[in-house]
């Protein structure tokens, strides 16, 4: 897959068949269209290309700081190359880019840049200066400058039922349950192991505290989880702990994992790590022996969810 940092930077010989959009989760039904993609492509001899942007919308035109997404840039950049594309532009959204008109947009970005010879959309997308046209105006233009337009129908979207603003709630509610279901996947944390304040291991539970550097990030719903990560090429099961720790009167928010069977220096490290399941919402404990007796009852849970797996 070529990576482009915008949709000026492209530099396809022939043409292509594009897809737009955010793609935040890259789920499953990110993925039914990316397929419907992939397999045009190859069957009209074209390039498949996806056009997703960055900073999200939200951010730039509502000053939206506080939308929370649930992958990183870099996470969503791995996941769509996993899917086999040609092409991935990261276009940079910004205000200047926000006015284009929609006929701008198409003549400018679709078919002068990327050559674009079909395009699938989804039923319900909207583009343009203040979103104003839809599906519609899209053939139009198709008509008008020689591209295909190919509807993702409302059944077909409906068919598969997911939508990003459903997997957040879910990880806002602590449900991974659905929310993995809905993505396809394990929702992951990336970041940098840092030190923290050491007391998990005056519990005989050392931690690897997380430090996550994207604040605009989805931080699951407060509580444990079953975690499993991939370090020196091992992998390796524990459980996480997503909260404040309010039994030592903890306010900071902390991202902890505790590795079973695993003794290593991971300071300074990058891991991602895939959250499994949840365990119980985070407590606060009468004291630390009670907080301790949890832990164990955590670790028997996660050993027994684990052995299950790997059945």
Do not use: C, W
Not at 102 to 119: G, M, P, S, T, Y
Not at 140 to 147: E, P, V
């Amino acid at each position: 897959m070529k990576q482009h940092t915008s949709a000026d930077t492209f530099d396809g010989l022939k043409g292509t068949v594009v897809t737009i959009g955010t793609f935040d989760g890259v789920h499953l039904g990110h993925r039914k269209i990316i397929d419907r993609l992939l397999a045009s492509a190859q069957s009209n001899d074209l390039e498949s290309v996806v056009l997703t942007f960055f900073p999200h919308p939200r951010m730039v035109l509502q000053k939206d700081t506080g939308i929370k997404l649930i992958n990183s840039i870099d996470e969503r950049i791995a996941l769509l190359e996993a899917s086999g594309l040609d092409h991935l532009i990261i276009h940079p959204f910004t205000k200047v880019f926000s006015r284009l008109t929609a006929e701008e947009f198409v003549k400018d970005i679709l078919v002068d840049q990327l050559k674009a010879r079909k395009v699938i959309i989804g039923y319900d997308h909207r583009f343009g200066r203040n979103r104003n046209a839809n599906i519609e105006d899209l053939k139009a233009f198709g008509t008008q400058y020689d591209f295909e337009v190919e509807e993702i129908s409302k059944q077909d979207v409906d068919d598969v039922a997911v939508s990003s603003t459903k997997i957040r709630k879910a990880l806002n509610e602590g449900d991974l349950t659905k929310a993995n279901e809905y993505l396809g996947y394990p929702f992951m944390l990336n970041g940098i192991v840092s030190r923290g304040k050491g007391l998990g291991k005056k519990f005989n539970y050392p931690t690897a505290n997380l430090k996550i550097e994207e604040t605009y990030k989805l931080i699951p719903a407060k509580g444990v989880y079953v975690a499993r990560a991939s370090i020196n090429g091992q992998e390796v099961y524990g459980m996480m702990s997503i909260g404040t720790n309010p039994t030592v009167g903890g306010s900071d928010l902390t991202i902890e994992t505790f590795f079973f069977d695993f003794d290593a220096d991971l300071y300074d490290q990058h891991l991602q790590i895939e959250l499994l399941t949840r365990i119980r919402d985070e407590k606060k404990f009468n004291s630390v022996d009670e907080l301790i007796a949890a832990m164990q009852a955590d670790e028997r849970f996660s050993r027994d969810f684990i052995q299950k797996i790997d059945a």
